[in-house]
């Protein structure tokens, strides 16, 4: 017996900008990134999330404009709409859309596949211009709080399979994002709200510091103040990006710090038929999961406090039925076995020892959870806690 | 505007292990491989191409007791039958079954899934477990000459799309490769033969001692002496690994010298329905670039003639239907604008300017093209040149 081995790194690189009318004529953006880019003759597809469309009537119209007047780069006519929202996900008929307008339009690895939309469309059309020719090149423009300061900006793609999230999908990096702030004026106050969730989870695992200026923010953020806004995404972008940058890009381990409150979010989502948005599960999550590090005597009450205060301010609705742990027959509880089973290996669930510190653990005991759910529901109804909650 | 920038290496390693019988009892290869891996408890799924199984009858039952005796991994005991052969990369049925295995068996991140075949199984299988749950750890055992020495060893996953090649697909690497010289017994001569004429391709561009030696152990070959095979495979894998531990991994650029051969050879395998297999269009392909080279006045006569005479020795056709090129409306010369597309960017063929040296361009001249055909047609007609046919 004898072997050979193999052993190469890849590097990978891509730029998020940061804008205001990206399809604007005199917007240089776009001009310039593809000004940069290797010479040959090159196509560009779009596929644009149909509620964006429909809120940005003149969307289609722009981006057509703006192409005309870039050289190295030939529009591809036809603007593929698809809906907005996990039903894009669910049914692999979008996804086959894409691989069939890659095969009409003759779009090739050096070609480009834009997507706009909101996160679960990016993760769509991500997952097929990262298979079709073994990789298209794909750009995100994310419309939403929350893929403009996470899931658009990292490097996840995929769609569900049987209702399981992301059961199909790749690791594979963006050619560059682009987040532009105008397309966060038609959100819904819902949607808007949502995407904060992620912030406050990225604050409270890695930076004191954004979670103050958060707590400092609450009200200009709910009245939509854009640059509160701005700076909120840029930040919460540069997280995550630091983030996955890091030891494991790819995932290799079974530890997810940046899934802190994800393990309920991701079941709660499923339970409510995704009537509930993954930005509200995922607040939903933080209190279970922070009032779980406070029982575990790893996060002080005060902290805890602040933390279900701040979801408050922001209106989040954290005593959802879906998330309620009343007994250990909750169906929520499945959500940490299901977890289990996409991350593969030993559970790795992350909590807080702190404000912005995190640490891991490899079980969650089940009755502490109903505890926890019972401390967050008690919170919420009377707005004072006894020490009989806990 | 303002952004951000995200940069990230990230590091892939494999082993590919030689071995004969690899689930005897007693061959420690696979059972040494699983005792180095973390110590999780991981499950494995087997999917084995129908053939294999066919022609080892035992192949199912000596897997359930090897595993038996591995207490770190658990087999999964329904094994997945597929069907050899481009068949289970051009319906995506058999894709979509290895996913739903994933899903019913609860294969994790952190589990295997094994795929015993040729290369289609191995591609097929492959692309399976790089996007189920974003990447399960995939193994190959590469049963035939061209799997084991070229298409099973490297990064490279994928299924057909409305019959073209490898239309969507990942760039991978497997966890290992496990190459058992016993598959190869079995194979028809035919079979046996095709995975050769990868080693001449890669010979050709790359080791001129490599081509020296095929030479002079042709006749071994033919005879099918296990020894010469064993040398074979291992210096051909290690010069495809070599390549492919270099520059480019995953193929960013528009070059693909490993791919001399290969644009005609895509086409002649779609022309015949996949009658002609992959290995057989390859040398017919050789055939064809290496007389243009020679008609370029890259390759001198004398060396293009121990091309020739060495794929004759092999008893390769060269010079059927599909290959010649009679006009300037020959559909082979479609595989140019085909390979062009699938690559992306500027046409680039790898063409000989000596046995072991390569060097690109990016145009086919196609009257050219048609002399190179007429050549290696007068060649193999009457195994004599005469400068009429140049």
């Known amino acids: 017996m004898s072997h050979l081995e193999q052993s190469f790194s890849v590097r990978f690189q891509y730029k ?38 429909e809120a940005h009537p003149n969307l289609l119209e722009d981006i057509e404009t703006y192409f005309n007047q870039i050289k190295p780069i030939n529009l591809v006519k036809d603007i593929l709409i698809v809906p907005g929202g996990e039903v894009s996900k669910n049914d692999v008929y979008y996804f086959n859309q894409v691989i069939e307008a890659v095969n009409v339009y003759g779009i090739d690895r050096h070609s480009y596949i834009a997507a706009i939309g909101g996160g679960a469309v990016l993760d769509m059309v991500g997952y097929a211009a990262t298979v079709a020719h073994r990789g298209v090149k794909q750009i995100r423009i994310p419309t939403t709080v929350l893929s403009q300061n996470d899931s658009g900006i990292g490097v996840k793609n995929g769609i569900n399979y049987k209702g399981k ?55 200009a953020l709910v009245k939509r103040h854009v640059e509160s806004m701005d700076y909120l995404i840029k930040r919460c972008a540069q997280l995550h990006l630091e983030h996955i940058g890091g030891a494991d890009p790819f995932e290799t381990g079974s530890a997810r710090p940046l899934d802190f409150g994800h393990w309920s979010a991701h079941k709660i989502e499923q339970l409510s038929d995704f009537a509930i948005t993954h930005g509200e599960a995922v607040a939903m999550g933080i209190a279970l999961d922070s009032a779980y590090s406070f029982l575990l005597g790893w996060l002080r009450e005060d902290k805890l406090l602040r933390v279900l205060n701040l979801l408050k301010q922001l209106s ?54 109903v505890k926890a759910s019972h401390y967050v529901t008690a919170y919420v109804r009377d707005c004072l806690i006894t020490s009989d909650n806990k």
């Open 16 to 53: 998020i900008f940061f804008t205001t009318s990206l399809f604007k004529r005199s917007n240089p953006t776009l001009l310039n990134f593809f000004s940069e880019q290797p010479s040959e003759v090159r196509k560009i597809l779009f596929v644009v999330d149909q509620q964006v469309a």
């Open 316 to 369: 989040f609705d954290i005593i959802n039925s879906h998330i309620q742990i009343n007994d250990l027959a909750s169906p929520v509880l499945i959500g940490l076995t299901e977890f289990q089973e996409h991350l593969g290996g030993k559970l790795t669930i992350t909590l807080l020892t702190d404000l912005g510190q995190k640490a891991e653990v490899n079980e969650m005991i089940h009755p502490m959870l």
């Open 165 to 219: 999230k992301n059961f199909v999908g790749t690791f594979s990096p963006p050619a560059a994002v682009f987040n532009d702030n105008q397309f966060l004026l038609t959100l819904s106050d819902r949607d808007y709200r949502s995407g904060i969730a992620e912030a406050i989870k990225v604050a409270l695992i890695k930076d004191y510091d954004f979670f103050v200026w958060l707590e400092n923010n609450a009200d």
